[in-house]
């Protein structure tokens, strides 16, 4: 069977986890294959309320095999916390699986995070300092410590001891903060690694033998393409390696990119973005802007801040010139439409079509920073619907206007909706057409 991915379409926070945690029924694995603990899904099901990190949302399917691969950066403390958490409310970890070529956070990697963006002034990115970004630097410049690294008591004891020569010098130096201490890094790291040895496994051959068994495997991206290091709204981006797009999933799992034949991206029916940078549709501020926040006329609980800082989030209107850009950038064949609950209490509702620049029509997106900063929004506007949604599943049974909307969203997508949510529950979904061959 081929491999999906599951990618975010806009600046992250569009509700993967909960479609990775509806269509994991029909996997058996679950692979997160990027990022870190800067991204974060929130999962509602009959077991409560779940805020995940670095666990793939496909935990709570016992009979799933969640793994976290080569593609993520690790805070061990955090992950520890999180399996501790997913344990004491009855979630059973005991098929998680950590690949060994998965890079650590260490210490250091916070203390630059939150320093470089101090440095940075107002041309700050607004990371959420969980050092995620030092991280993948180390990692590109050949200074990373692996998981692999950490299993190996004395290996990791002489690697600690040269790379923290290094960066205690770059703390005190160019930070101005002071030395860590490595008998205590090193105590630390090692009852870490005791704790973590028993999820540690070579998951590249086990995700490679499950392909060649003819195995589902669902791939989990994590933040959205506009953050990709390469073709998102740059610098404002995340550092993540492998890509935050479908194609760095292969990479990020230690698959073949021939495995991969389906991509469902996953958009907000409106537009949100957490940290700096430009985001043409934004509502700054207002009554619209306090509806969408807060999530008036939605379900409860989808109210805007995020899951990983509790930040509000910024918010605004479905950017079609965007979401064309990454839903071609992906080659998504399938769209999950979330959110659709939260527009309920509007009287209209505007779609962005294309950009105002220096009197110029634009359909794609700016290259350069100065041209997004500039870009004003061409909108369409469409009538709202009024009418609460959240018990709604079937697409027949959605208001005239809100199918009007979801097909004004197809169109720009140029890819069919085959879910929508309504909610953030588990079966607050309308599902209009079966991407797995499975029965729903």
Known sequence: ???????????????????????SRYCSVIARYSAGNNAGHTIINEQGKFALHLVPAG??????????GNGVVIDPAKLLAEIAMLS???VSTARLLISQHAHVIMPWHPIIDRADEALRGELAIGTTGTGTGPAFHDKVGRLGIRIADLMDRDYFAEKLKHTLVYKNRLLTTVYGKDPLDYDAILEEYLGHAERLRPFVAD???FVQDADERGEMILLEGAQGSLLDLDSGTYPYVTSSVPASVAAGGAIGIGLGPTAIERVVGVYKSYQTRVGNGPMPTEIESGPEMEMLREGVGGAAGTAEYGTTTGRPRRVGWFDGVLARYTARLNGVTSVALTRLDSLSAFDSIKVCVAYEIDDRRVTTLPATLTEAQRAKPIYEELPGWKRDVTNVRTLGDLPTEARQYVRRIEQILGAPIDMISVGPERDQAIVTRDIFGASI
């Open 203 to 205: 998951t590249i051959s």
């Open 1 to 23: 069977m081929p491999a999906v991915v599951v990618i975010g379409g806009q600046w992250g926070d569009e509700g993967k986890g909960r479609v990775v945690d509806f269509h």
């Open 88 to 90: 004491e409310r009855g």
């Open 59 to 68: 935990i709570f399917r016992g009979d799933k095999t969640c793994i976290i």
